[in-house]
């Protein structure tokens, strides 16, 4: 994807928006949300409701469950 076209989809202001309606969804949760390009040019957009310490704890934690194959079974992964 042309990275212009995917700065306008991910830009500051409409990830302040995503999350302000995951805090609403999701009220008293912890949240993380990455944007990225699917094809792997790596760019990508971050935002979270918790510090960065607590989130890169969590996110290593996701890492090794998910390697190991261990997180929670949502509709896309029920096969």
């Known amino acids: 994807m042309h990275i212009e ?3 306008n989809k991910i830009d500051a202001e ?3 928006n995503l999350a302000d309606a995951l805090i609403r969804e999701i009220p008293d949760c912890g949240f993380a949300l990455i944007v990225f390009e699917p094809d792997g040019n790596n760019m990508a957009n971050y935002i979270s409701n918790v510090n960065d310490d607590f989130m890169i704890q969590a996110l290593e934690k996701q890492l090794n469950a998910l390697k190991k194959n261990k997180t929670f079974p949502t509709p896309e ?3």
């Open 77 to 79: 992964s029920k096969g």
């Open 14 to 16: 409409k990830m302040r």
């Open 5 to 7: 076209l995917m700065k």
